[in-house]
Structures are given as C-alpha cells and as structure tokens.
C-alpha cells in the first residue's frame, strides 16, 4: 500500500526500534510512548483498521493476537500486566490506517478509556 507509514515500516524503508517479527507480523516501539512501555503490534499485509477484518484475512490478524501476549511477556509485562488498544475511526483517534495493536504497560495506567 502505497504512502502507508506502517508498510513502509515493515518494508524498512522507514527505521523503527523492531521488538518482534515473523511471517505475517511486525512489533516496534511507539516513537511517542504514551507509557513505559508502549509497543505496536500490527500484521505485515495491510488492513486499514479493526473495521477491515474479514474472513480473507482473519488468519493473519489471528497471528497478530497470538503475537501479543508473547510480545508483552518478551517485554516483562506478565507480572504487572498490560493494556491493548486498537483505534478505528475518527471518533477514536486513529492516526496511522494500518492496522495496529497498542501494548501499554510499565506503571498503573489510567482507568478512563473514554
Ligand atoms: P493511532 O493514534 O493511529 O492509534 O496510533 C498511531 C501511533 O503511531 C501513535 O501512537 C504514534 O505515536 C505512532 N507513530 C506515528 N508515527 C510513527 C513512526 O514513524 N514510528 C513509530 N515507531 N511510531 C509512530
Ligand atoms: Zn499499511
């Protein structure tokens, strides 16, 4: 997908501080933490959002959940643990539109999601 921040990410045309990858997914560091430690989880191909799941590439985006707990654990999160957030949409907020898990973790964080 041409001009999508986040394939050009996994392409490595863009550099990012990678903590994970395998065939169909990529984890990196947010380059603006909102936390300790706050981590992006998101599938190679590109799916615009949440909203874009189907039954074409639910498999992928399976391996993206399968993933996250791994990543969170690899990060030493298991014992405090850890929020994941995806943003779809205006109302939420999102500002890349590739797919993306957001793992949040490393202090209390707030109880307000909305
Ligand atoms: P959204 O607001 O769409 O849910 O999240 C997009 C996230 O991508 C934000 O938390 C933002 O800080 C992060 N981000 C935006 N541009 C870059 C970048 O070039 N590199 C990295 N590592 N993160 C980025
Ligand atoms: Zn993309």
Redesign the pocket.
Same mark, same amino acid.
């Given at each position: 997908m041409e001009n999508c =921040?986040f394939c050009k !990410?996994v392409a490595g045309e !863009?550099p990012? &501080?990678k903590v994970y990858e395998d065939e169909d997914v990529f984890a990196? %560091?947010? !380059? &603006?933490p &909102?936390a300790p430690v706050h981590v =992006?989880v998101i599938p190679k191909p590109h799916i615009p959002s949440i909203a874009a799941v189907s039954g074409e590439n639910i498999e992928t985006v399976s391996r993206v959940l399968l993933a996250i707990p791994k990543i969170a654990s690899s990060l030493g999160l298991d014992e405090g643990g850890y929020r994941v957030i995806t &943003?779809c949409g205006e109302d939420a907020?999102?500002?890349?539109h590739h797919l %993306?898990f %957001?793992i949040l973790g490393g202090k209390k964080l707030p109880v307000s999601l909305g």
């Open positions: =921040l !990410i !863009i990012s &501080n990196f %560091h947010d !380059i &603006n &909102n =992006l &943003n907020g999102q500002t890349v %993306h %957001h």
